[in-house]
């Protein structure tokens, strides 16, 4: 149990346009899923989290007219980077929160995404 | 601030037993965990401590002392697909999740 799923794995776009990454929760309901994005030899950083029904909460520093988040459902987030430049490029990651899990308030990654801007 | 303390890189030997310690001071303590992250890979949960003790699950255990902020990992009878960065984080007081940046583990023959 607890499989989230993300998609593409891998997507090489040109500057200025967009990319749409989903995030799906595949045997679970995740009312609160997460976006990360990892830098070569970084540590995680958080960018938003993700409510169902409700708007994103953003960590400071973060565009939020640039990165779209929309948690229309309890299994599905999507993270739109609009007017994709170089220094987007990056791997983007969602969790989810299994609330089923127990007391622990486990996150459990996607595979992550891959971005290149070029 | 909020500070996650982890070592950047350690080496062990196949077969032998490896401790990788964290080091926390964050806005207050709701839980700590422990991720096994491949390269190119998302991480994957290995473990989590609330209470202080040690938590042993197979061949990895957890510690935790929440008075001393301190954790470590032991990974025993080390195999080379244990090689991975291991990740630390701390849940604080608003439930957010605090990340350490890892400890890349090398296991050599």
């Known amino acids: 149990g607890a499989v989230v799923s993300q998609h593409p794995s891998r997507v090489i776009c040109k500057s200025g346009t967009s990319v749409k990454i989903e995030c799906r929760s595949l045997d679970f309901q995740a009312t609160t899923m997460f976006w990360y994005r990892q830098f070569p030899k970084q540590s995680l950083m958080l960018m938003a989290t993700s409510n169902e029904g409700s708007k994103a909460t953003y960590e400071q520093g973060v565009e939020k007219d640039k990165f779209l988040i929309n948690h229309a459902s309890l299994t599905l987030s999507t993270l739109t980077v609009t007017s994709a430049h170089p220094e987007d490029s990056s791997f983007y990651i969602c969790?989810?929160?299994?609330?089923?899990?127990?007391?622990?308030?486990?996150?459990?990654f996607g595979p992550g995404t891959r971005l290149t801007v070029l | 601030g909020q500070n996650i303390d982890q070592p950047t890189e350690m080496t062990a030997t196949e077969g032998a037993i490896v401790q990788i310690n964290c080091t926390y001071q964050t806005s207050g303590f709701n839980g700590l965990f422990w991720y096994q992250q491949h390269a190119g890979e998302a991480p994957t949960f290995l473990s989590y401590n609330v209470l202080d003790g040690l938590e042993e699950k197979g061949r990895f255990s957890s510690f935790l002392s929440r008075s001393k902020g301190y954790s470590y990992l032991l990974l025993k009878e080390l195999q080379m697909k244990d090689s991975a960065s291991y990740l630390c984080a701390v849940k604080d007081s608003n439930y957010q999740l605090i990340w350490g940046a890892g400890t890349k583990l090398i296991i050599k023959p």
């Open positions: 969790s989810a929160r299994n609330l089923m899990g127990g007391d622990t308030d486990t996150q459990y």
